[in-house]
Structures are given as structure tokens and as C-alpha cells.
């Protein structure tokens, strides 16, 4: 997909997905025709490129396999565990991710008695909570409970309340990862198009500390996409963050059996070792079936496996990210979420230091070479009650005892409101 100028293409790969087009026409499409990194070339000889690190997902990862989101357990088969247990072993399903807190407030229903029960039963249980970034500390430590609890993870339902709240986020992962360590599983489940909010702070929860895995709510018919489109798009800019993508899909609102096949089947050609749904309580007889039939990757399927391009104008979480990865490497430039002409310039000297055509473009070969720099650390601050910052002198210049680190001004795209609501908002705050 293509950012450029506040412009995307998504309408253009949806209609050639929609016309059956797959592989290297939607890829030239989806990059704006450029960058697709074939022909570049090398390093220059000399050049110090740190080795990519890809993330790796245990084969004993609780997000592996088939999951079930429950919102409320007392309207999940009328509240009964063993008809919860019965239909979850009928149905494949090995993962319950069930609601243990909102807000600021643990609820009842997620305690260590469910969590045993369920366990002894041969279930894995992720606890989940919707967060909204009043109160981050009180929300990490009813998060952390929830682990000793004995849930195998936990995953984070952070949404529109936490667009613009980069130090409430950065507080929430410290004071959660203080408590239940830097290798507890856990997932961020956002909004799945990243393009559509420029001031949600991907880049904090999903970065250095932060989650491991992504699970993007992908509701499909909600946001009124084909399957095959919903997957070019989320993919397209979440898997800029390093982090292994776990599907989760709709089972409420009534989409055809035969989309509900054709996102796992397309999930499985995108690589996914674990899918998800939402939720229980409103998946219909048919929904079940459909999670369960016996599905497999297609055939000759070809994945859109490109990363986003971004230009000039574009703006949001995702440019934070390359910004991250410039100073890394060495680059001059500030974290604002523009990308303006200091951050242009950075670019193009970035290429050029990489034997990378010099276009200015952040594109496929751009991305693979700038994603082997591990995102510099940065320090979101408040001060005087307005989030403020110092990073840009921390970076100045491109040599092996540079500051890789900084106070940092809150980014100004941190302020720019959504550009759309692909799916409800708040859903899974508070009750249904």
C-alpha cells in the first residue's frame, strides 16, 4: 500500500483482488510501482548492516491454533462451564480468551478457579482487557493480576481511547512488564489498519518491551472488504512491526460460512499459526461449523507480502516507526510522525549509504534494509503538563558511539485524529 501524500491505493488492490488478481500485479499496485526491491543494489563494501532478527513463535504459543473470544461467560452458553468446555472440544477450539478487566476494574467472571478448571479440562485461557489510558498504572496492575490468576497470556484491547496517549501507553507496558516479566506472552488486539489512525501508538505497544504477538481485529463484513482484501491491507502495514500476526476474525454479525472458511484459508497462506474469533456469544450454529471444517492453505495463493510505501505528506504511528529505525541508523532527524523534508533528506541519505536507488521513497527494499536496525529506544515524557520532549539532540550524527536513546517529544501526528472507524469502536468496553 502506498501512503504517499495522505493518499492510499487500497481501493486499487481491492478491486483487483476483487477481480481474482493475485501476487505480483497487486504487489506493483499496492507499492505505488515502486520499490519492490528487485535489482537494488548491495551494501557498499565496508558497510556495517546489523543481521535482521525474526521474531520466532513457540510451538507452545497459547495464540496457536483455534481461539474463542468471550465477552461475558454468563452469556456464553448460559454460564456453564461444562457446556463451555463441551463445545470448545467439539469445535477444536484450544484457546479461551475471556475478559478479566475494564478499565481500572477486575471483573469476577476471570479468576483462579476458571483458569484451573479450564486448565484441568486441557483448555489454554488468555485473559483479555480493554484498556482506555486514564489510569495506565491501575490498568497494568489489574492486567498483571490477571497472570497470577494463571492465564498463559494476555492481551491487550486497546481502541479508540488510547489514539494520542503515547505516554499512557509506554507507562502501561512498564509498569506491566515490571510485574510479570519480559517474557510473559502477551498481544496488542487494535484496529486493524494502521493508515486509519495516525495518533494510536503502535509503536509503543509493539515495540522494544512491548507485545510480542499482534492480533489485529480483522472484521471483514464491519468494515465492508473481502477477506483476501482485509489480509493485503492489515498485513501490509503490521507486519512493518516485527511482531508475528494472529488473525482475529468475526463470527458475529452474521458473515457467510463460506468468508469464515475463506479467512482461515487465506490466514494459513499468510503464514498464521493461530486464528482467532469474536465472539462466542454471538457466533450462530453455522459460525462453528465453519471455524471447524477442515481448511488448508490454497493452492497457488500468493500473499501480498509487501510492506506499505511512504512519501512525502504521509503522516501517523508508522512514520514514528521509520523515524525510529532512521536515528538507529544514524540518520539526522527528529520523531514528529511527518514525514517532511528533514525526514526525506534522511531517507535519501539512508539509500544512498545502502546502495539503495535514492528516491526518497520508503519502500520494499528501503524497509528491508532500515528493519534490520532495531527501533531506537525512546523516552516519551510530560512536562509542565503538556507531553513534551529532547530527543533530536540525542541524534546527530551517524558513528558507532551515537546516543541510541532519548527523551522524546510526544510525535505532533500523535494529536491527528482517525481517519476512519474500520470496525465499531469500543467494542468490548464495558458490557455488551
Given amino acids: ?23 505480483s500485479a497487486v504487489a506493483v499496485a499496492a507499492s505505488g510501482g515502486a520499490g519492490l ?59 479461551l480468551m475471556i475478559k478479566s478487566s475494564d478499565g481500572t476494574g477486575m471483573w469476577s467472571q476471570f479468576s483462579r478457579t476458571l483458569v484451573s478448571t479450564l486448565h484441568a479440562r486441557g483448555l489454554r485461557v488468555c485473559a483479555w482487557q480493554y484498556v482506555y489510558g486514564n489510569n495506565p498504572v491501575a490498568e497494568a496492575n489489574v492486567g498483571a493480576q490477571a497472570v497470577r490468576d494463571g492465564a498463559n497470556c494476555l492481551l491487550i484491547d486497546a481502541e479508540s481511547e488510547y489514539e494520542g496517549k503515547y505516554v499512557s501507553a509506554q507507562t502501561y507496558i512498564q509498569k506491566l512488564r515490571s510485574q510479570i516479566g519480559t517474557g510473559f506472552p502477551v498481544a496488542l488486539a487494535g484496529f486493524p489498519y494502521v493508515d486509519y489512525h495516525p495518533g494510536f501508538p503502535y509503536s509503543v505497544f509493539l515495540g522494544p518491551g512491548g507485545a510480542q504477538y499482534n ?8 468494515i465492508g472488504v473481502s477477506v483476501d482484501t482485509v489480509y493485503a491491507h492489515t498485513f501490509a502495514y503490521n507486519r512493518l512491526y516485527g511482531r508475528p500476526i494472529f488473525p482475529l476474525g468475526q463470527v458475529y454479525n452474521g458473515p457467510p460460512a463460506s468468508q469464515i472458511e475463506r479467512f482461515r484459508e487465506v490466514g494459513y497462506s499468510y503464514g498464521a499459526s493461530g486464528i ?32 506499505a510505501t511512504l512519501g512525502s505528506g504521509a503522516n501517523g504511528d508508522v512514520v514514528v516507526w521509520a523515524q525510529e529505525h532512521l536515528l538507529s541508523a544514524g540518520e539526522r532527524l527528529g520523531v514528529d510522525g511527518g514525514f517532511g523534508p528533514a525526514t526525506k533528506a534522511a531517507v535519501v541519505a539512508f539509500q544512498s549509504a545502502h546502495g539503495i536507488a535514492a528516491t526518497g521513497l520508503i519502500d520494499q527494499a528501503t524497509w528491508q534494509a532500515l528493519l534490520r536496525y532495531p527501533p531506537a529506544k525512546v523516552t516519551w515524557v510530560i512536562r509542565k503538563h503538556k507531553q513534551t ?25 500523535a494529536k491527528d485524529r482517525a481517519k476512519g472507524y474500520e470496525i465499531p469502536r469500543s467494542l468490548g468496553a464495558g458490557r455488551p
Fill in 37 to 95: 526491491g528487485e535489482g537494488q543494489k548491495p551494501p557498499p563494501s565496508g558497510a556495517t548492516t546489523p543481521r535482521p532478527s525474526t521474531p520466532k513463535v513457540s510451538k507452545r504459543n497459547p495464540l496457536g491454533g483455534r481461539g474463542m473470544w468471550i465477552w461475558e461467560v454468563g452469556s456464553s452458553d448460559h454460564g456453564s462451564l461444562n457446556a463451555i468446555i463441551a463445545q470448545a472440544k467439539h469445535y477444536g477450539v484450544s484457546t
Fill in 276 to 307: 482467532s474469533w469474536w465472539d462466542w456469544q454471538e457466533a450462530p450454529g453455522s459460525a462453528w461449523s465453519a471455524i471447524s471444517r477442515r481448511v488448508g492453505r490454497i493452492s497457488g495463493y500468493k500473499a501480498y507480502n509487501n510492506y
Fill in 215 to 222: 492480533a489485529p481485529q480483522m472484521y471483514w463484513k464491519d
Fill in 1 to 23: 500500500m502506498e501512503l504517499v501524500r495522505g493518499r492510499s491505493v487500497v481501493a486499487i488492490v481491492a478491486a483487483l483482488l476483487a477481480l481474482g488478481v493475485t501476487g
Fill in 389 to 413: 520532549a529532547t530527543v533530536a539532540n540525542a541524534f546527530t550524527a551517524r558513528s558507532p558511539g551515537a546516543p541510541r536513546s532519548g527523551a522524546a517529544v510526544v510525535p505532533a501526528s
